[in-house]
Every structure is written in structure tokens, then in C-alpha cells.
């Protein structure tokens, strides 16, 4: 298992016993077709799920995208994605607030991989470096991406060559973090 792995599966297990010890569950939109591996308990009328991560034993296989886009992705990449289930976990950075995103269940896998290639053909179409998004801020234009030559932790803003780097890797950009609760 990556250092990425290990690394994000503390993180996500830390946050998961603060919650339960505070009495905390985290919620997240239910797909109405096909049940999350991470969802427990009913489905409320606002279609919102309770949720907790799961890990997964193997990693989630990245080949059709990478053969598909003929790019290798860079393994932090892979690692971060890969390993879990879940609905987005909130965390604080120095920087700011952000959302860890996650798979819901396999066919979110699918659209993560549609949504990685509809980035990388736009990096491309406007001649910039190719990043891969990982969270999202409390601004819609603002995102966090690995520049997948390098691995170094971008501050990307959507359209826009990445400038503001956070980090030199993925394990030294998730060591920065706490959890959020908001």
C-alpha cells in the first residue's frame, strides 16, 4: 500500500472516530440508483444518506482512462482514489476550507474518470500543464489538482494554468490538514 493510502486512510479513519465519539455522522446525497457501499441507515426526504468510509482492499483500475488519454497518471493520483468509498470529506488547510472528494460507489468511479478525461483534453486544448482535480473549495471557480508530471499540490483556478502551489506531494499536502466540521 501507497504512503498516499496510508496517509489519507488516517486521515479518513481520525475523522470517522471524531465524529463517533462526538456523535457526529456525516451525510450525503443518496443515488436514487444504486446504493454506496459507504451508506448507512434510511434515506431521508431531502434524498440525503448517512454515511461512514469504506476501504477498499484493491485499487480501483485506472488503465482505460490512461491507455484512452495515453498518459500514465501519476500514482499519488491513483493511490488518493483508488482505496475508498465515500461522500466527500471537509477538511481545513492553512489555506483555506476544502472537500476531499470521493467515489460514492463504482459507476461514480466511471463519471470520475469521464470528468479526469474532459480535464486533461481541456488542459490540452488550452496548451497548460495537465492536473487532476482531488477537491473542491467553497468557491466554484477554485479547485485543488496534482500536476501530473510532478505530484506538487496546486491551488487550480478552473480554465487557468496552475501557479500557487501548496504542496510538493500528496502525502505533505494531506499531513497539512484537520478536519473540518463545517
Aim: hydrophobic share 35%; with cysteine.
Amino acid at each position: 500500500m501507497s504512503e498516499v493510502t496510508q496517509v489519507f486512510i488516517q486521515l479518513l479513519q481520525k475523522a470517522e472516530k471524531t465524529a463517533q465519539n462526538s456523535g457526529e455522522y456525516w451525510l450525503s446525497y443518496a443515488d436514487p440508483d444504486v446504493e454506496s457501499p459507504c451508506q448507512y441507515g434510511e434515506i431521508s426526504e431531502e434524498q440525503q444518506v448517512r454515511w461512514w468510509p469504506v476501504i477498499r482492499s484493491e485499487c480501483q483500475d485506472f488503465a482505460p482512462l490512461e491507455h484512452g488519454l495515453e498518459i500514465s497518471l501519476h500514482p499519488d493520483l491513483k493511490a488518493f482514489y483508488g482505496h475508498s468509498y465515500g461522500g466527500g470529506l471537509r477538511v481545513k488547510h492553512p489555506r483555506g476550507q476544502a472537500e476531499l472528494l470521493m467515489v460514492w460507489h463504482q459507476e461514480d468511479f466511471n463519471r470520475l474518470q469521464q470528468n479526469i478525461i474532459a480535464h486533461i483534453l481541456m488542459k490540452r486544448r488550452l496548451k497548460q500543464r495537465e492536473t487532476v482535480f482531488f477537491a473542491v473549495t467553497d468557491d466554484d471557480d477554485i479547485m485543488l489538482s496534482i500536476l501530473n508530471e510532478t505530484g506538487a499540490v496546486y491551488l487550480e483556478h478552473a480554465g487557468s494554468e496552475v501557479k500557487e502551489q501548496l504542496a510538493g506531494s500528496m502525502v505533505e499536502f494531506l499531513q497539512q490538514l484537520t478536519i473540518s466540521n463545517s
